[in-house]
C-alpha cells in the first residue's frame, strides 16, 4: 500500500548561541532551576544577517542538495511561521527569491514560477498546519503523479528583555520533503483537533500616540544637552499639520497615534500551560474516537493506545515541557486500568470540580490543585518510565538551541530520530504519536509510522555535531542583537543566505534584499 508523509527533514540554527549559565549570572536567576528544572543549556541567537526568510531558505537548500531535487519537481512549498516579516507579503516569497537566486543558473529563471507558496500562521502550530494540508494535497495527485511539496518552519522566538519569558528563546528553520512512500516516515490521514479561541499568547498592533512619540524624542534632546523650552511639545503638535514633516513616515497618516508591531509577545505562562494541557487532551480524546471509529485501536482489547506509541513527540516551548505537559494524556488513559490504582494509592485521587465552588476564585483554586496533581503524576515511578522510554529524547534538542515555535516539534522528532541512532534502536515499523500546539489556541494529535529507511536518512543530519561547533556570545553582543543594534554581523556569512539591504524609502520601503554569500 502506498504512503505519504516525511522524506526527509533539514534544519538550519544560527551559529550564535547564549549559554545558560551566563544567561543566570546575567539576570540573577536560579541556573538550578533553568537548566535541573526546565531543561535549558543553551539558547540560539540570530546574527545580524539572519532572519526568518534566511534561515528558512538555508534549511531548504540543504534539503534539496542533498535529495538532489530539481526546483521545477516542487509543486507546493507552505512556511508556517509567526515571525512574518510583512503584514501583507509573504514570507515565503522572499524563500522563493533566494532559492530562484542560487539554482536559476542551472534550472532557469523561472525554475520556481510554479511553485505554490504561502504563510500559515496559528503561532506555534502553523507548520503542523502546513504539513496537514501538503499531506493532503500529495495525497490527492496519487502515486503515478508523485508530487513533491516543502513544508518549511521558521522563526526567531524572541521576548522583552528581562521579560519572564526571555528565558525560553530560540531560533531556527527547517524543512520537510513531503512526497509518495517516505523513507523516514509515513502519517496516516487520521489527526486528533481541538480548538478554542484564548488569549494566552498573542502578538497584538501596539497603538503609540504621536505626543507621545515627540515626547520622547524632546526627552531625548535633552539628555544629549540640548535646550528645550517649556511647552515644546504642545508648540509641535498643533504646527504638525502645516509642517512639512506632516507627508513624512509616521506622521503621513494624519492620525494621532500609529500602530507599531514588534516581535515579542503579550503572555500569561501559566494559562498557556493550562490551555496547551487542555488542548493536547482533547485533540488526543478525539484521535482515539476517530481510531476507534475506523478500526486503528480497539478499547475492547485492552491496549493502552500511548502504549502503542514507541516515542512521543511533543511541541516544546522549553525542554522539558513534554515532561510537565503529558501526565494529562497519561492518567486520562490509564484511569480505568489496573496499573492506575496503583498510582492512585501513591498520590491520591484526582481533585473532582465538585469539591470547589462555582466561582471565579473557585475554579482558579481548581486548575492549581489540577496542576499540583499533574506534578504529582510525573514524579510517580510509572510515569518517570513512561517519560524516559518514549519522550526524554525529543527534549535534547530543545535543551541546547531553545524555543523554535512553529518548528520546535520537528526539532524534537529529529532529536528523537538522530538520539536513537546514536543508539542504535529498532525503530522500523514502530508507531509514533505527535502531539502539535498553538497558542490562541490549537492542538493537532496525529501518529506516523517509521520506515525501513529511516537509518540511511537521519545519518546525513549529523545534528548534535553541527551543535557543537557553534559560538557563544556574551551579554553585551547579546543585548545589542536583541535590541538590534549591533555594527554588524558578529560572525561574516559564509557558504549561506544572507540579509543584505532594508529599503527606507520610496515605494521600496521596508523591502527586504537578500544574497547567497560563498
Known sequence: MSEVGIDDIAIHFPKLYLDMKD????RDADYGKLNKGLGLSAMAIPDVHEDT???????????????????????????????ALDGAKPTATYILDMLTQRYSSRFGEDCFRNCDV???????IGAVDALHNTLDWVARGGESEDRIGIVVFSDNAKYDLESAGEYTQGAGG????????????????RWGVSTSPVHD??????????????SHV????????????????????????????????IFSHGTESVHVHRDEPIFDGQFSNQCYQAAVEEAFRDFRAKAEADGRWNPEDDIILTEDWARIIMHLPYAFQAKRMFPAVFAYER??????????????QRPSIDDFDDTPDGQGEFQKALDAYRRRISKTAAYREFHAERIEKGQRASSLIGNQYTGSIFLALMSTFESDYESDSPLEGNRFGLCGYGSGAKAKVFEGIVHDRWREIVASWNLFERMAGRMAIDQITY???????????????RGEFALVDVGEDGVLEGARTYAWVD
Not at 499568547?201 to 515627540?214: G, M, Y
Not at 484511569?335 to 491520591?348: L, T
Request: one cysteine or more; charged letters at 25%; proline letters at 5%.
Open 335 to 348: 484511569r480505568d486500568s489496573p496499573s492506575w490504582a496503583e498510582v492512585e494509592s501513591e498520590i491520591g
Open 201 to 214: 499568547f498573542f502578538k497584538p498592533r501596539r497603538e503609540v500616540s504621536i505626543k507621545s512619540v515627540i
Open 53 to 83: 526568510a534566511t534561515m528558512g531558505a538555508n534549511a531548504t537548500t540543504r534539503l534539496i542538495d542533498r535529495n538532489g531535487i530539481k526546483p521545477t519537481q516542487i509543486g507546493r512549498m507552505y512556511l508556517g511561521t509567526e515571525s
Open 174 to 189: 527547517g524543512a520537510l520533503l513531503i512526497r509518495y512512500n517516505p523513507r523516514l516516515l509515513s502519517i496516516p490521514d
Open 218 to 249: 524632546v526627552q531625548l534632546a535633552r539628555e544629549t544637552g540640548a535646550s528645550i523650552k517649556e511647552g515644546m511639545v504642545e508648540r509641535m503638535i498643533r504646527h504638525l499639520p502645516e509642517s512639512t514633516v506632516r507627508r513624512l513616515g
Open 118 to 124: 504561502v504563510d500559515m500562521t496559528f503561532a506555534c
Open 23 to 26: 544567561f543566570a549570572k546575567m
Open 479 to 493: 543585548e545589542q542583537l536583541h535590541k538590534g543594534i549591533h555594527d554588524g554581523s558578529v560572525l561574516k556569512p
